[in-house]
């Protein structure tokens, strides 16, 4: 019995060694994958619906910004300026007077105003082009040398298309309602633009609000004249700017058209009536009109002092300024050599300014011999009749009507202008925003993306390990019994032997 407890003693100390090389075979392993293939596809199946709930409810929950892109282009925004020549500023598409148009535009209550004016943000889209040039700056500041500012310079860039972006999250609106709101404040944009940039409102509506019957007629006439004096120079100013001799399709007028209007009316009707007043000594209050004339022939003396003081400044400068020199080399000889001076834009600047003074002066010269000659008739003569009182009076609404309707063409055919020549792709919406359901499933997948691959990735590795753990067990049971059968073969072989 010893010798047989001795033989059973040394089998186990085999066994675990023999278990050290135990292995997987590929075969089982590929059997187990097999086993729990359905149960791993069912568990994907509900994972990826897991996932797609997940982000379809975590999306809604953040109601991620609504985007646009916008650009601009006129002459001056690739240096960063407005038309006007002043620095641009892109936020001023945010402006509470935009949103509140696009809000009325909509028929939505001004409340939510603040909280839509917060929750847009703008960034500059800067082309890789540009982004490159710009890290120039790193080697200009290392390398630094004479020209290093001047390579800075050349670098600059400013911005002519920006991103919008609309956090809807502090309003009540749905993302169908901000999407409106949003793509209303875009369009409402571009009337800002034209009237901020174009025909000049404001002038419009100070030339319009005057009200010539609570003035005395000489003073009337003293305003009519001022509006369409105003009127015409702006009308003016287009006419020179415009190359193409515009025709405005709502009105039917081109500038100069206009401009021959305004003086007809100026020169015509408004000299006729002051004529008339002039001439019949009409008031509604002689001691209140010798007032007023005594006021403006002192105003108009003081302003012609100021005139004849600075065109005599001008001479001054004028006469100082020292030209720009030209030389012009011969072919070595001195004697062929040439000196030129010319003006430089300074100089011709100073010369357009003082002619502008110039032209100022006469007219008010003239203004204080017109009020003199009204001051003395007035002084020397008896006030007109009631009945001319009563023409006169008419006369200033036909008037007033012409004016009205002078304004209203210069606004159309200035806006129609604006629009259609200077500013036709000056301001344009690229992008608009949307928020339509492909655009949502779009974002749900993109969230769903990562939790998916998580999800998957995570399941796949509990697949491929509980298939495998059990072909390993699958093995080392076979191997075991492989290798309890084969001790045991060898123990009755041994076992034999010892009996011989």
């Known amino acids: 019995m010893a010798k047989k407890d001795e033989r059973n003693v040394s089998i186990v100390i085999q066994n675990p060694e023999d278990e050290k090389d135990l292995i997987v075979s590929f075969s089982t392993l590929l059997k187990k994958l097999k086993k729990y293939f359905l149960i791993w596809i069912v568990i994907a199946v509900v994972l990826v619906g897991a996932a797609f709930g997940y982000s379809g409810v975590t999306t809604h929950a953040n109601r991620p910004d609504l985007h646009a892109l916008v650009g601009f282009s006129y002459k001056g925004i690739e240096k960063g300026l407005d038309p006007a020549g002043n620095t641009f500023d892109p936020y001023s598409i945010k402006n509470p007077a935009v949103i509140e148009n696009a809000l009325t535009s909509l028929g939505i209550n001004v409340e939510e105003l603040e909280s839509i004016r917060q929750g847009i943000t703008i960034k500059s889209v800067v082309p890789r082009d540009a982004v490159e040039r710009l890290t120039v700056y790193n080697q200009v500041l290392e390398n630094g040398g004479v020209n290093a500012a001047e390579k800075i310079l050349e670098t600059t860039y400013f911005p002519t298309q920006f991103h919008i972006y609309f956090n809807y999250g502090a309003t009540s609106f749905s993302e169908d309602t901000a999407v ?136 001054e400068s004028i006469k100082n300024y020292e030209k720009d020199q030209i030389y012009v080399f011969g072919n070595g000889s001195d004697d062929t050599n040439t000196q030129s001076s010319v003006a430089s834009a300074q100089y011709d600047k100073m010369i357009d300014e003082k002619n502008q003074i110039v032209v100022s002066l006469a007219e008010t010269k003239q203004n204080i011999n017109s009020y003199k000659e009204r001051q003395e008739a007035l002084k020397s003569k008896n006030v007109g009749s009631s009945k001319m009182l009563e023409k006169v009076e008419t006369d200033l609404a036909s008037l007033n009507e012409k004016v009205d309707n002078l304004i209203n063409l210069v606004a159309d055919t200035s806006e129609d202008y604006y629009k259609n020549v200077t500013f036709k792709n000056a301001y344009s919406v690229l992008v608009p925003a949307t928020g339509t359901a492909s655009s949502n499933t779009s974002r749900i997948i993109a969230n769903a993306k990562k939790p998916l691959i998580i999800f998957e990735g995570f399941a796949f590795v509990v697949y491929f390990a509980a298939a495998f753990i059990e072909a390993f067990i699958t093995d080392s049971k076979k191997k075991k019994k492989a290798i309890a059968a084969e001790s045991e073969l060898d123990a009755d072989k041994e076992e034999e032997h010892y009996l011989e």
């Open 180 to 315: 409106d709101v949003f793509n209303a404040i875009l369009n409402q944009y571009n009337e800002y633009f034209y009237e901020t940039y174009g025909y000049n409102e404001s002038l419009g509506n100070a030339v319009a609000i005057i009200n010539y019957e609570d003035y005395d007629y000489s003073e009337s006439i003293d305003l009519f004249e001022n509006s369409l004096a105003i009127l015409e120079q702006y009308v003016k100013q287009l006419s020179n700017e415009d190359k193409t001799r515009f025709r405005s399709s709502s009105t039917g007028y081109t500038f100069s058209d206009l401009y021959q209007a305004i003086d007809t009316v100026k020169t015509i009707d408004l000299d006729k009536i002051s004529s008339y007043v002039s001439v019949n000594n009409l008031t509604k209050d002689k001691e209140s009109a010798l007032a007023y004339y005594e006021y403006r022939i002192k105003d108009l003396t003081r302003r012609k002092a100021q005139y004849e003081e600075e065109i005599k400044s001008y001479d």
